[in-house]
T-cell receptor, first 115, second 118 residues
């Protein structure tokens, strides 16, 4: 059964720092992995989607990497800003039969960027 | 603005009440989803509708009753809820649940309904 873990659960950094959020998954048979952002009391916004054949995806100051064999993904945020403060969630979609269409979610990393 | 609108934003109801949550998407998508988000738990997929047909029901109690009259609207009817049902209920849509392998496959979420059951 796929399990997704995100470490750390919470992170507080000063503005301007580069930071890395981690996501690990137990079953490497995934189809893709997505990173989402959630602001307090709000819905989720998709940030980056990495197919299993890809190593990384970039969007602006965000870079997500994927190492399927080791069951790990990282979200790199460059030059962090207070507006980046949010919870970041990782979700994987399996490639095996059965539950392969469902997204399995992590609990998220709550990020606070202090001015 | 994600193109997915949920109402109401907040809802407080007693255990004997009946209420409905509404979701509307303006993205031309064919698949719509209900998720439950509780504190300290991963998102839980509740229901999936694809082309107005329910394709997933993840063992959700019958006190939650979904309705999808067309591809743009999704409802979640609530009755005789329990306090443990208090959570953020999120609606999402995607182009087509039957084809999740598309490289541009993404979920678009509404802002959610924060539900408190007293």
């Amino acid at each position: 059964k796929q399990e997704v873990t995100q470490i750390p659960a919470a992170l507080s950094v000063p503005e301007g720092e580069n930071l890395v959020l981690n996501c690990s998954f137990t079953d490497s048979a995934i189809y893709n992995l997505q990173w989402f952002r959630q602001d307090p009391g709000k819905g989720l916004t998709s940030l980056l989607l990495i197919q299993s054949s890809q190593r990384e995806q970039t969007s602006g100051r965000l870079n997500a990497s994927l190492d399927k064999s080791s069951g790990r993904s990282t979200l790199y945020i460059a030059a962090s800003q207070p507006g980046d403060s949010a919870t970041y969630l990782c979700a994987v979609r399996g490639s095996n039969a059965g539950n392969n269409r469902k997204l399995i979610w992590g609990l998220g990393t709550s990020l606070a960027v202090n001015p | 603005e994600t193109g997915v609108t949920q109402t109401p934003r907040h809802l407080v109801m007693g255990m004997t009440n009946k209420k409905s949550l509404k979701c509307e998407q303006h993205l031309g998508h064919n698949a719509m989803y209900w998720y439950k988000q509780s504190a300290k738990k991963p998102l839980e997929l509740m229901f999936v509708y694809n082309f107005k047909e329910q394709t997933e029901n993840n063992s959700v109690p019958s006190r939650f009753s979904p309705e999808c009259p067309n591809s743009s609207h999704l409802f979640l009817h609530l009755h005789t809820l329990q306090p443990e049902d208090s959570a953020l209920y999120l609606c999402a849509s995607s182009q087509d649940f039957a084809q999740p392998w598309a490289t541009n496959e993404k979920l678009f979420f509404g802002s959610g309904t924060q539900l408190s059951v007293l």
